[in-house]
């Protein structure tokens, strides 16, 4: 039998570029690791990639160069809202400060090698960009400016400093003032601005929805499925065929129902719940039924919804909008389990005691009839009897409800038990108007419906990554690793100044975590103390390397009840499906496209964190363990890394997307409110100031160092404060102060405040007090009932006012009266 070839690894690459008397052209390079000529084209491919990375360079005459022997760094470039940036180096260590000259030649994103300098005027590490070996951007979002005839897009992304400029006749109909999306045909190099072509006219700044199509774009959000998905689609069923019903188990005439929020629209899951008995007598705990769409069923491994939906890799979510991860056809009709209808599912079926903790499961494939669409607060006023209208309109489902609330408490002493930390925090839904805009800010109460679901979603979720693990079948676990050395550092000086103490010495557990949220719950500084505690942990990510949940306190941990809006649930059903029919899973390589469509990882300042000895360990046993397994294994282990990166990365695109929604919403929402003071609560604390969120509204804000009194502060990180050195004066993390609304920058998305004494007197005060809104009046162009449309100039002024204002004032809010020197 004829022994397949496999390209060359990376290290084997590199390894033979090191040992080479000099430096060697690819098809060199080829001959010397014994590439067959038919696979050229493979190692070639490898080569690119290893370019793109910066860990090699190819000179004038074609050899390959090694950067590490040319004292190049490669990395990932930063860029600042005020003209320089910072390399984020790959390998770790201190980042490189890019200073405004050298950030002319590349954009926010790119991937470059830079060459160290020197030291910059406060002693860190400078640096030179000596090549950009991958560009970030082939399309940006931004206004349209025409200045002495010549026509620029000012990006929306305020990392990026560059104006496009856009050629005679490649603007097509976009006019001055307009959003558009523009092509990027030659990027910068430090000589020329970055030239583009509009390709997109979104519309007025002012539009309703523009916010969410300026982050779609900004953030690379796909939000148009391909035309081979949605024919797939079209193709696709309104209902259960009949032949889909074959070797399932029929559970229609259980009384499974969904509990989801008031304005849900696609429902993942379903619940039943009943006691067990033995001989007709109650036997102690329960059969807990959880029942997710079949999506796997409908999307098919590689097929273009499959590739449309990896490219999302999760629903993203904006006030008054949803970019799902599947077209609607699926997401809103055949996946989801709508009530009084048949639906196929796949379903954890389990056995849980009486002290909550699961002694058994299985899983099969099964078809539903949802017996009703249940809202939190609909089951929460049958529980709690405060509605005995809604108990009478629900009496046959009563019982089954309150079967449910029974095996929650159960579930939630087992929680207590194992040492899973339970911190409440303060979450707010924005309540819009027709128009899309803010009409008010409220918290969101979560009552025991909210966790009763919760619940049983963490049971199925955790059976689903032991049947897994159990299998010896890789997948994508939800792992979240314990807190680095440097953060637990960091939490224990604070705890002693404070007098309290976590246990576990250089590796706690989550048990010492919950027993300290215990001690800190009766004082008054718990929302502070809460809040370290939150802030010591990493963030959780998807990995087929299985590390356990740390903040739930569990050994194996996956995600499975929402594979409408997830990838990896949708990844776990297909592992379980496959196990089930005695098969394995291999997933499929993922696409150039989505490979392409995934946001780089996140650079941070200072390089990764020490990991602690036990992730140390981890990562030498799986080295080891690596080793031992075939050059098969290995490119299936490697391909589920990839798709882990993937999901994690579009995890955290969806999330910056709707943040950035929100923020300038709220921003347009406090324009109104320029003037007007409140109160808040400081929930952040930095070297130049504090950000503040205040009480009433739930919008967040900065007061700048330059607020707070006449003398310098100094910013204690252990205690996470800003202290005056010559009053002793101190700002801390969910101290209350008295803020009035002075500045709202839509173009940054930034809200300022200044700090004002409880009747209204700012101290230390410099200049006028800041005019209302109200009193103020209407703006110039909406007095009389219409808006007028602005002049050439007014609109150019429009953009660029904000940018200006910010270069004159170094991106610090405005100073009013003599100076005064901050540290």
């Known amino acids: 039998m004829t022994k397949s070839w496999t390209p060359p690894t990376r290290e084997e690459i590199l390894d033979a570029l090191r040992t080479a008397d000099s430096p060697l052209t690819p098809s060199e390079l080829g001959e010397r690791l014994g590439v067959p000529p038919r696979h050229a084209d493979a190692l070639e491919q490898r080569i690119l990639a290893m370019e793109r990375e910066g860990q090699l360079l190819p000179n004038r005459k074609g050899v390959l160069l090694l950067a590490s022997k040319l004292d190049l760094v490669a990395g990932r470039i930063t860029g600042h809202r005020d003209g320089f940036g910072f390399l984020v180096p790959d390998a770790g260590g201190p980042d490189l400060f890019l200073p405004p000259r050298e950030m002319q030649k590349a954009m926010h994103g790119d991937r470059a090698l830079v060459k160290r300098t020197g030291l910059d005027n406060r002693g860190k590490p400078e640096g030179a960009i000596v090549e950009i070996t991958e560009r970030a951007h082939r399309q940006l979002v931004g206004r349209v400016v025409i200045e002495r005839g010549v026509t620029v897009v000012v990006p929306e992304d305020q990392r990026i400093k560059h104006d496009i400029l856009i050629a005679p006749g490649d603007a097509g109909r976009a006019q001055p003032g307009q959003v558009v999306t523009v092509e990027i045909v030659q990027p910068p190099n430090g000589h020329s601005p970055p030239m583009g072509r509009v390709v997109e006219v979104l519309g007025a700044i002012d539009d309703p929805g523009m916010e969410i199509e300026i982050a779609v774009r900004k953030f690379d959000v796909p939000h148009q499925f391909s035309e081979e998905a949605l024919a797939l689609a079209a193709k696709l069923p309104a209902q259960v065929r009949p032949a889909d019903y074959k070797r399932r188990i029929d559970l229609r005439d259980v009384p499974l129902v969904t509990i989801d929020g008031e304005d849900a629209r696609d429902f993942d899951d379903a619940v039943y719940c009943e006691p067990l008995e033995t001989s007709g007598r109650r036997a102690g705990g329960w059969r807990l039924l959880v029942a997710i769409a079949d999506v796997a069923h409908y ?430 004066k101190r700002f801390r993390l969910t101290d209350e102060i008295d803020v009035q609304v002075s500045r709202v920058d839509l173009e940054a998305r930034r809200i300022e405040f200044r700090m004002v004494k409880a009747d209204g007197v700012r101290p230390d005060a410099r200049g006028p007090r800041v005019p209302t809104a109200a009193e103020l009046g209407p703006a110039p162009a909406e007095r009389g009932g219409r808006k007028a449309a602005p002049a050439k100039s007014e609109q150019v002024a429009q953009v660029r006012t904000e940018r200006q204002a910010a270069k004159r004032r170094g991106g610090k809010p405005e100073q009013r009266g003599p100076k005064r020197k901050r540290r």
């Open 299 to 728: 999307v098919e491994d590689g097929s273009a919804l499959d590739t449309d939906a990896l490219q999302r890799s999760t629903s993203v979510y904006f006030p008054r909008r949803v970019i799902p991860m599947l077209p609607e056809k699926l997401s809103n009709g055949l996946c989801s389990l709508n009530p009084a209808v048949d639906r196929l599912v796949l379903v954890a079926d389990m056995v849980i005691t009486a002290r909550g903790q699961v002694k058994a499961y299985q899983f099969y494939e099964a078809v539903m009839h949802s017996a009703a669409r249940l809202t939190y607060d609909e089951v929460w006023a049958v529980l709690s009897g405060r509605d005995p209208a809604a108990a009478r309109a629900r009496a046959p489902l009563v019982p089954h409800l309150q079967n449910l609330y029974d095996l929650y408490r159960a579930l939630v002493k087992a929680r207590g038990v194992r040492g899973a930390m339970d911190f409440e925090t303060t979450e707010t839904k924005i309540v819009c108007d027709i128009a899309g805009r803010i009409e008010r800010i409220v918290p969101r109460t979560r009552n025991d419906a909210h966790k009763l679901i919760e619940e049983c979603m963490l049971a199925a979720n955790t059976c689903a990554a032991d049947f897994v693990s159990r299998s010896r079948h890789p997948a994508l676990y939800r792992i979240h690793e314990g807190p680095t050395p440097e953060r637990l550092s960091l939490l224990r000086e604070f705890l002693q100044g404070v007098g309290l103490s976590l246990g576990g010495g250089d590796d706690p557990t989550p048990a010492d975590y919950a027993v300290l949220a215990q001690q800190i719950a009766p004082r008054d500084d718990a929302a502070l103390l809460q809040t370290m505690l939150l802030r010591s942990m990493q963030q959780a990510i998807y990995s087929p390397y299985n590390v356990g949940h740390f903040g739930l306190s569990y050994e194996a941990y996956a995600h499975f009840t929402s594979p409408i809006r997830r990838y990896p649930d949708l990844l776990t059903h297909r592992v379980i499906k496959s196990l089930l029919q005695s098969r394995r899973y291999a997933p499929p390589v993922p696409s150039a496209e989505a490979i392409a469509s995934t946001p780089p990882p996140r650079g941070r300042r200072g390089g990764p964190p020490k990991p602690s000895a036990k992730a140390t360990a981890r990562a030498e046993d799986r080295a080891e363990a690596r080793t031992r397994m075939s050059v098969a294994q290995r490119e299936e282990l490697d391909r589920w890394q990839t798709l882990g990166l993937m999901c994690s990365a579009n995890e955290r695109r969806a999330d910056d997307a709707s943040r950035d929604v929100e923020a300038w919403l709220k921003c347009q929402y406090m324009r109104e409110r320029v003037g007007e003071q409140f109160r808040g609560r400081v929930t952040g604390v930095a070297t130049f100031g504090l950000f503040v969120t205040l009480n009433e509204l739930f919008v967040e804000g900065m007061v700048h160092v330059s607020e707070l009194g006449s003398e310098y502060f100094q910013y204690i990180e252990a205690a996470h404060e800003l202290r005056g050195e010559r009053t002793g």
